[in-house]
């Protein structure tokens, strides 16, 4: 508990309004604090840290294990190469936000420190995250091809570091304005990656799930308002399954879990290959709703499963038959599947994780992280044209009705849903939505632009690895 707490403590500090600009000031403890630790990164190595951790973290933050820390140090500092620090972002009572810039990729960081009130106002929480880019110095439009080369350039950078390795696709509607892959699907056999290589979509197939529900609304087989009483009666908490509807399923509003418990720990992954398979493991995990379906928002991987259960319901046939069907075949996927990983599976990439000690670093493989079988939570497999083809078939409501794409794609304030829509993360207004996905060995996502038909897609089998990239195709975005 107290790890969890403490790794609170360390997302706590990217409050709202994180990156709003600041009034100069005098330094203060918090700014002295952030400084310190940019030297850090900038010329420390790991023991040299463990020993400034000691000295200068306080509280509860200094409880968390030094492994988390160092892991924390040696990971910012690869893949940025150390930062130069351009100003101050945000100032707050104890708090600070400096605005820092990698050495490495040029990308626009925030690097927030809280401190104690107390002298020698030790350090009580860190984070890092982009900022977005000051607009007002683009000194013009970019053209198409000029996107293209500079995030060939870019992307090549940080392969050639080996911060990153996947593929990237950008697209405008249906034309490609840049593909390509790099680094390695398989490191063992030193198998390089293609576009056409398959990764792990973690998270990213909870769109599938989603316009699988808006299909058999539009089928007249269920509404986003019916219980979830109606397709899983036996669901653990009876009363809450009256009130939770599909809608708050699908919004992340229903109070339900993050399905990654101990209890999923503890099984084997070899027994986990049907969603009835993965409900068993939440039946436990589910007798307590956290809070009135509609009135706050969870982030639940559980939620997710559940709508995959329903879909079964629903349709009379599996969730991966109903997927094929209505979801894969009319957008043409064909490089896109659920695939049990015990079987032959042609061009799948491994994911791998960063593993780093006082000389250096070595890859771990997560192999044995995975489930037999992803589902519709998450963990499906696909490749950046196979996004693509899904990204323009439901824009331009090939899979199912504009209307409910629209539906499906809009943010749900009203039931506490103010930047997510069902399974659909929603930003700029409304313009841009998408989803992404994380795990260990695990990074991508999928950004599609309402207005313009903007494509953007990056998927990578390195852990954290495709933010950079995420961030650079969107300031591209907004220069042409």
Known sequence: ?????????????????????????????????????????????????????????????????????????SNVKDSSRGFDIEGVAQREKNRVTLKVRSRLSGELNGLSVRVD?????????????????????????????????????????????????????????????????????????????????????????????????????????????????????????????????????????AGLGGYFSRKWRMRSRGSIRTVDDMMAVVKEDEKDVRFKPGTDWRYSNTGILVLGKIIEV????????????????PAGMKNTGCYSLDEVNKNLAVGYNKVFGDEGYTFSNNVFLHVMRGGPHGGCYSTAEDLHRFATALMSGKIVDKKLVTQFTTAKPEISSPRYGFCFSVAENGNRFGHGGGFTGI????????????????LSNYSRASGPVRSKMRSLISQH
């Open 117 to 253: 009130p107390k002298p020698p106002h030790k350090i009580l929480g860190l984070g890092t995250r982009p900022v977005p880019a000051d607009q007002s110095a683009n000194t013009g439009k970019l053209s198409e091809k000029e996107i293209a080369s500079d995030l060939d350039s870019y992307v090549k950078k940080l392969s050639a570091a080996d911060v990153f390795s996947g593929s990237v696709l950008l697209a405008k509607g249906d034309k490609v304005i840049y593909k390509g892959a790099f680094g390695t699907a398989n490191k063992d056999f030193g198998t390089g990656n293609r576009v056409d290589t398959k990764f792990n979509l973690g998270s990213m197939n909870k769109m599938f799930t989603s316009i699988s529900i808006a299909k058999l609304v539009e089928m007249g087989k269920l509404s986003i308002e019916d219980p979830l009483s109606k397709f899983v009666p036996d669901f653990p908490n009876p009363e809450a399954a009256k009130k939770i509807r599909i809608k708050h399923l699908l919004s992340h509003t």
């Open 443 to 458: 990074s991508s996502n999928l950004d599609m632009f309402r207005d313009s038909g903007w494509i953007a897609i990056v």
């Open 1 to 73: 508990m107290k790890f969890r707490n403490s790794a609170f403590l360390l997302l706590a500090v990217l409050s709202f309004g994180l990156f709003a600009q600041a009034q100069a000031q005098p330094a203060d403890p918090a700014e002295k604090r952030a400084k310190e630790f940019i030297a850090q990164i900038n010329n420390s190595n790991r023991s040299q840290f463990t020993e400034y951790v000691k000295a200068n973290f306080g509280g509860d933050f200094l409880e968390l294990p030094m492994s988390a820390h160092l892991d924390f140090f």
């Open 314 to 329: 629903a349709s009379g046939k599996s969730y991966f038959d109903f997927v094929d069907e209505n979801i894969l075949a």
